[in-house]
């Protein structure tokens, strides 16, 4: 069964048939809110918003680990994480769809394993790619049977936030090889893979990182707001053919 979880400008999912709300509890606390269940074509998807439902929970104080055990619990065993970001590379511009390929983890102090505490095993995960492989290629493909454009691989560079990045972070993330920054990859790309759930991300470039273009001198909420508007449609028609086969 196929999961969404939807980041910010993408709290709600349109045209689920059968919706219905399930309040689910983990040991591990509550999740950002409860899962809705719908379908698209008669198959069944589980939507969560990662910021809550009023987007009122900022990047590091989502209960990652609750969010993913909650999904496990009622039986997702696909994600697609929708991420908002900022675009480092060149082509990664306002309105761009992509799907990235790797990332880099640049936060701290978010509770990022279930396995820890006196009674779990030391336990190490392989995550060189931290994206699944068959799952990135449903995500391609759906865009372009949809005819969206899209691109294929990019490096996610996951900061603490909740603030924006200087220009100077922005140039070191660009240094190290980021092509994307975002806030909220990491933990939930990793807790996904030892949860055992195949995790792919689209992400949405809702405007140029710090420093650059057209965020040279600044970046504009109501621009970001504006470009999330526009796009999100475009996000909807690839989920829900990813979700129809």
């Given at each position: 069964?196929?999961?969404?979880?939807?980041?910010?400008?993408f709290a709600r999912l349109a045209g689920l048939g059968n919706a219905r709300r399930e309040v689910v509890r983990t040991p591990y606390g509550d999740p950002s809110c409860a899962l809705t269940h719908g379908e698209f074509d008669g198959r069944p998807i589980v939507f969560l918003a990662r910021h809550g439902y009023g987007h009122t929970i900022a990047p590091h104080e989502?209960?990652?680990?609750?969010?993913?055990?909650?999904?496990?619990?009622v039986g997702v065993t696909q994600v697609v994480a929708v991420a908002t970001v900022g675009g480092i590379r060149p082509d990664c511009v306002a309105g761009c769809l992509v799907v990235p390929d790797q990332l880099v983890d640049y936060t701290w102090g978010r509770r990022h394993t279930f396995f820890e505490g006196a009674d779990q095993p030391v336990t190490h995960i392989d995550i060189t790619w931290p994206y699944d492989a068959a799952l990135r290629v449903q995500l391609l493909e759906a865009a372009r049977r949809c005819g969206e454009p899209i691109i294929d691989g990019a490096v996610y560079g996951c900061t603490q936030g909740p603030r924006l990045e200087t220009a100077a972070e922005i140039a070191r993330l660009a240094r190290d090889g980021c092509d994307l920054v975002g806030?909220?990859?990491?933990?939930?790309?990793?807790l996904a893979r030892e949860a055992h759930l195949a995790y792919a991300s689209l992400c949405v470039v809702a405007n140029r990182a710090a420093g650059l273009g057209e965020s040279r001198c600044g970046i504009s909420m109501p621009d970001i707001l504006a470009v999330l508007e526009a796009t999100m449609g475009r996000v909807r028609t690839v989920l829900a053919e990813v979700a129809r086969r």
């Open positions: 069964m196929l999961a969404i979880i939807g980041g910010s400008g989502i209960n990652y680990r609750a969010n993913v055990w909650a999904l496990r619990q806030m909220t990859g990491m933990p939930e790309a990793g």
